[in-house]
């Protein structure tokens, strides 16, 4: 069995958006391709789920324009995260 990948950020948590997000089809009242989020936005991470495929955490943050969109882990940053490292405690 695969042990599930921890995430490095939290419930709560202030992050920043790394890249201009655009809508994938997921919010029909945006046009297709169009901006969802532009880079540098803050959001908060309102909750994490988990793609079970690919074995990572998925974020669910909430941007000021009212938008939630999912977010990997590599498209956001934040002061604190906690960082996980293969087969360590």
């Not at 948590?13 to 532009?38: F, T």
């Not at 880079?39 to 909430?62: D, F, K, L, R, S």
Request: hydrophobic share 35%; charged share 25%; proline share 6%.
């Amino acid at each position: 069995m695969i042990e599930l990948r921890e995430p490095i950020y939290q419930w709560g948590q202030k992050v920043r958006i790394e890249e201009a997000l655009y809508n994938d089809g997921s919010y029909p009242d945006c046009e297709p391709e169009g901006l969802l989020v532009e880079a540098g936005t803050e959001g908060e991470i309102v909750q994490i789920g988990h793609h079970e495929e690919a074995n990572i955490p998925i974020y669910m943050v909430e941007f000021p324009n009212g938008r939630v969109v999912g977010c990997f882990e590599e498209e956001l940053s934040a002061e604190h995260a906690t960082v996980q490292v293969a087969g360590l405690l």
